[in-house]
């Protein structure tokens, strides 16, 4: 077991690393941003180090800056969190070069399933079923018009080495398909560094599902059940819960062995999600697969009963899995609100600034994964999301409920917030019904009744 590990990230998730760290005994490094110099990660870590100006591109995405402060404080594993630097296959290497144990998969595993083709086409061989389209990137416009003409419009474009919902075009007919490989090809190598494309088949109102696995060095591999990730604005996630009413208990156990056969198929370990695309009849196909730490981990773990970040770490210090797939029990439903600085009503307008009054709900079954306090100033540089509110109770009727009284009692002075616009979705009675799709927040234009 190592004794002290560098965290290579910001927010919510830093915390939530540094306590997951504490409870197993290892001391933390904080990195921050000189933005960041009042942040909360900053502030409750045994260490903390600037490793540059607030430009992500200049401190959080500066390898060279965190490498440097690992060997200042001694730090032996890394954490990444999610976003920036967590799966950068590049950087990985690099840690393991450094003799630095990094806190998720082997960068093989993180290149394969990092070019959306290529996973697609590996999934493909070890029979998890995939949507109908290319099988890797498309070298040209007449490649792409002769595949999409084979599966059927409309079609969606998209970027090999997307996520976050860049790179990705829908498309509904022969005439916009070269305008709209132009421009998600733009799109993703300015976000990306790589403007490779694929093309599939436009699968209509489906749930978005993903299925989180832990997978040690050992071979032994796990699932965790489910989270229901459709509740998105652009193909951002907004609210997401678990378990999904969609899944049948079959379903559920079909999921995960095929997720788990993708975990073999890849030589995956660590934490990692398999996300998939769910008719209303059930069946499914493979969209990608997460690397690293889900923004929406706490559902499972509550779900679940299993600290996935703990995991996390012992895993890559090369413990086994204390558990086995008939071990694993779900109880109860949990719910997650991601709470952002923005305005819906100005088609959520960021709004950076200072806190200037906090309260945040509390009582049995509400966890909030958060890094803000009151008096704390919320810099523009970075993702707006403040606060992760989750609810878990025994049934969904009652995780609703609570939900609901929580968000009420979250009041936030000195910036605008989507608390209210997340109030509206969970009032609503087609959410309430579970009927819903991963259109329905595009659908419905819950920012117009504030």
């Given at each position: 077991m190592?004794?002290?590990?560098?965290?290579?990230?910001?927010?919510?998730?830093?915390?939530?690393?540094?306590?997951?760290?504490?409870?197993?005994?290892?001391?933390?490094?904080?990195?921050?941003?000189?933005?960041?110099?009042?942040a909360l990660h900053a502030q409750i870590a045994d260490e903390a180090i600037c490793i540059g100006p607030a430009p992500s591109k200049d401190s959080y995405l500066n390898v060279k800056a965190i490498l440097a402060a690992c060997e200042v404080t001694g730090a032996q594993a890394v954490h990444p969190g999610f976003g920036f630097l967590s799966e950068n296959a590049d950087f990985a290497h690099m840690c393991g070069r450094c003799n630095l144990i990094f806190i998720g998969p082997d960068p093989e595993s993180m290149e394969l399933m990092g070019d959306k083709a290529k996973a697609k086409k590996t999934?493909?061989?070890?029979?998890?079923?995939?949507?109908?389209?290319?099988?890797?990137?498309?070298?040209?416009?007449?490649?792409?018009?002769r595949i999409a003409e084979m599966i059927g419009y409309p079609v969606m474009v998209k970027a090999s080495a997307g996520g976050g919902g860049r790179g990705i075009r829908k498309v509904d007919s022969p005439d916009k398909l070269e305008a709209a490989i132009y421009a998600a090809k733009s799109e993703a190598g300015a976000f990306f560094g790589n403007d490779g494309i694929y093309i599939e088949k436009f699968i209509a109102n489906p749930h978005h599902i993903e299925v989180q696995v832990l997978a040690d060095n050992y071979g032994n591999a796990?699932?965790?059940?489910?989270?229901?990730?459709?509740?998105?604005?652009?193909?951002?996630k907004v609210l997401e819960e678990s378990p999904s009413m969609l899944v049948t208990p079959e379903l559920r156990k079909r999921m995960g062995e095929i997720s788990i056969k993708a975990v073999h198929a890849c030589g995956y370990k660590n934490a990692g999600t398999i996300e998939y695309l769910v008719d209303e009849n059930g069946n499914f196909y493979f969209m990608e697969m997460n690397t690293r730490i889900q923004v929406e981990h706490p559902v499972t773990e509550l779900?679940?009963?299993?600290?996935?970040?703990?995991?996390?770490?012992?895993?890559?210090?090369?413990?086994?899995?204390?558990?086995?797939?008939s071990d694993?029990?779900?109880?109860?439903?949990?719910?997650?609100?991601?709470?952002?600085?923005?305005?819906?009503?100005?088609?959520?307008?960021?709004?950076?600034?200072?806190?200037?009054?906090?309260?945040?709900?509390g009582g049995p079954g509400i966890r909030i994964d958060s890094a803000v306090y009151q008096g704390y100033t919320i810099p523009p540089y970075y993702d707006s999301m403040i606060a992760k509110l989750i609810a878990y109770a025994p049934t969904r009727e009652e995780a609703i409920s609570k939900m609901r009284w929580a968000l009420a009692e979250f009041l936030v002075d000195g910036v605008d917030t989507n608390i209210d616009y997340q109030l509206e979705i969970l009032k609503d009675k087609d959410f309430i019904n579970a009927k819903y799709d991963i259109g329905f927040l595009d659908r419905k234009d819950f920012a117009s009744r504030l």
């Open positions: 190592v004794n002290k590990i560098l965290i290579a990230n910001r927010g919510e998730i830093a915390v939530r690393i540094i306590r997951a760290c504490r409870e197993l005994g290892i001391r933390t490094v904080a990195v921050f941003s000189e933005a960041d110099r009042n999934m493909k061989r070890a029979g998890v079923p995939v949507v109908p389209g290319s099988d890797g990137e498309v070298k040209s416009i007449e490649e792409a018009k796990v699932y965790l059940g489910e989270r229901d990730c459709s509740l998105q604005r652009r193909n951002q779900v679940s009963g299993i600290d996935i970040v703990k995991q996390q770490i012992l895993i890559a210090c090369g413990e086994k899995l204390p558990f086995k797939q694993i029990t779900l109880r109860g439903h949990a719910i997650e609100c991601r709470i952002n600085a923005e305005n819906p009503k100005y088609n959520f307008r960021p709004s950076p600034g200072k806190i200037e009054s906090l309260h945040m709900p």
